[in-house]
């Protein structure tokens, strides 16, 4: 296995080599301190790596429970989110527990919606729309997103200064080169309601490029996302 260390704020290492997949669970194991983690995929992923990763988990001592919604761009949809979440119910997952994300494209996008469902707290039977009752969240390898379609070349990111001329245009392509962390949270942001709630929620959510991060004293449980 080789590692190449991307010099970004923090830095993170992207790891090149046969059989990282066998290594999943060793690897994860070493940046959480939690032992129960949810695995989101989608069925073509399942079908060709769930197995192999699940195992390498169960093997790093992780309690492994797995989600896998019909593939394609036509199931990110409501209804897949609420199998997510009712997944999540279903299997008890605490805000120390791990969620990992199995894939790109689809699961991705539906990651990032489960992280902002669990920033406002609806997932839990407390739930109050004018109270702030959700949990901290740590994404991490948000340099691996992906976009469907033309999405990376076509989507724009626009500021504007409020001044004549003030209009600034990004493509999402070199924003997740320059800052994937960024592009994660405008993803996130997008999600979630315009109101103080929300401005209170994004304060605990921590986002890193690579596959570490700096809260393992706070042993966080893990959420998979395919």
């Known amino acids: ?17 046969p059989g990282l997949l066998e ?32 195992r390498s988990l169960q093997e790093a001592g992780f309690q492994v429970c797995l989600r896998a919604f019909p593939a394609g761009e036509r199931h990110k949809n409501l209804t897949t989110y609420a199998g997510i ?12 527990d791990l969620v990992l994300a199995l894939g790109g494209g689809v699961t991705g996008d539906m990651a990032g919606f489960a992280a902002a469902t669990l920033l406002r ?8 729309p004018h109270a ?5 969240v740590i994404v ?19 500021t504007h200064s409020g001044w004549v001329g003030g209009l600034k245009e990004t493509k999402y392509k070199d924003m997740m080169e320059k800052k994937p962390e960024l592009a994660m ?4 942001r997008g999600m979630m309601p315009r109101n103080v709630v929300t401005k209170d929620s994004l304060k605990r959510l921590h986002i890193y490029a690579g596959d570490t991060h700096e809260h393992q004293a706070q042993k966080p449980e893990l959420y998979a996302a395919e």
């Not at 010099?7 to 290492?13: D, R």
């Not at 991490?140 to 626009?158: C, P, V």
């Not at 949270?185 to 996130?188: F, I, L, T, Y």
């Open 121 to 128: 707290g609806k997932h839990k039977p407390e739930y109050t």
């Open 23 to 54: 290594r999943a669970g060793e690897l994860i194991a070493g940046v959480t301190g939690s032992r129960t983690c949810a695995v989101i995929t989608d069925t073509t992923v399942e079908k060709l790596y769930a197995a192999a990763v699940c």
């Open 1 to 17: 296995m080789q590692t190449v260390t991307v010099q970004t704020s923090p830095p993170y290492p992207v790891h090149i080599g």
């Open 140 to 158: 991490i390898n948000a340099s691996k997103a992906t976009l469907s379609g033309k999405k990376l070349e076509q989507k724009m990111y626009r």
């Open 132 to 136: 702030d009752c959700g949990d901290n």
């Open 185 to 188: 949270r405008v993803a996130v």
């Open 85 to 96: 979440l009712e997944f999540f119910a279903q299997s008890r997952l605490t805000r120390s």
